[in-house]
């Protein structure tokens, strides 16, 4: 009995190993399992350029806008009720590039790995400068922007999420995002979406070795609907277009 139990001690120590190994090997490779286990897929998306953009050759910075759940479908008009799609219709100008993508009915900007497809098409058709590429949302869309952060954090040179969260799930990973500058948003008096669920991402980012790019905002008794941040704060996009991708 004795050697038998030393043996499955062995075993399971040297299974251990293996398991411990595999995960650094995974991490350092810079696979992405959780993009992987998404389905490819490629979302509708409307497109501003610069109004100088057909002028000069250099390259501008992308921001990709996420809408909010009641702007789901295959509408692309739905997204212009509000944030950035909704300026942009008004005439407003901006000195950055905005892709703004359409979730699907039924579905969730975590349900399907989009991201990369619409990264590449814009990389190849736009002269997008890749070490300022930025990501916002609001309510559903800022979900998704801490989602998005989590999957791809090589990517984004800052991110901006109003009101969000991220799934219980996602929390074993959330140090993703100290590697990335974000400023967040919530109302305390939010009813739809608990202001501590951004307040819970700010707590767990206190265990991660570096911590500081994690700027959060708390809108004193505001509600949900604070996508009016988009058009009153200016202050945003100077902060967004300060922060670089570090090499």
């Given at each position: 009995m004795e050697n038998l139990a030393g043996t499955n001690e062995k075993t399971t120590c040297t299974m251990n190993y293996k398991l411990k190994f595999l995960i650094l090997l995974i991490t350092f490779s810079g696979i992405n399992l959780y993009s992987q286990n998404k389905v490819a897929a490629k979302y509708d998306y409307l497109l501003y350029l610069?109004?100088?953009?057909?002028?000069?050759?250099?390259?501008?910075?992308?921001?990709?806008?996420?809408?909010?759940?009641?702007?789901?479908?295959?509408?692309?008009?739905?997204?212009?009720?509000?944030?950035?799609?909704?300026?942009?219709?008004?005439g407003q100008n901006f000195d950055f590039i905005i892709a703004s993508p359409q979730c699907p009915d039924?579905?969730?900007?975590?349900?399907?790995?989009?991201?990369?497809?619409?990264?590449?098409?814009?990389?190849?058709?736009?002269?997008i400068d890749t070490d300022r590429v930025y990501l916002t949302g609001v309510s559903m869309g800022g979900?998704?922007?801490?989602?998005?952060?989590?999957?791809?954090?090589?990517?984004?040179?800052?991110?901006?999420?109003?009101?969000?969260?991220?799934?219980?799930?996602?929390?074993?990973?959330?140090?993703n995002l100290s590697k990335i500058p974000v400023w967040a948003f919530h109302g305390t008096a939010d009813d739809k979406i608990p202001f501590s669920e951004t307040e819970r991402i700010a707590k767990d980012l206190e265990s991660c070795e570096s911590?500081?790019?994690?700027?959060?905002?708390?809108?004193?008794?505001?509600?949900?609907?604070?996508?009016?941040?988009?058009?009153?704060?200016?202050?945003?996009?100077k902060w967004m277009l300060k922060q670089k991708k570090s090499k």
């Open positions: 610069p109004k100088n953009y057909s002028k000069d050759t250099k390259k501008y910075p992308l921001v990709i806008y996420l809408h909010g759940g009641s702007q789901k479908g295959n509408d692309l008009n739905k997204l212009k009720i509000y944030g950035l799609p909704y300026l942009v219709e008004k039924n579905k969730y900007w975590s349900t399907e790995n989009w991201f990369e497809s619409l990264y590449a098409e814009l990389n190849s058709k736009y002269r979900y998704g922007t801490f989602i998005t952060a989590l999957d791809f954090p090589d990517k984004f040179a800052a991110i901006v999420p109003f009101c969000g969260g991220v799934n219980d799930s996602d929390l074993v990973r959330i140090c911590n500081k790019n994690f700027k959060f905002t708390r809108l004193e008794n505001e509600g949900h609907e604070i996508q009016y941040l988009y058009e009153t704060k200016p202050e945003i996009y």
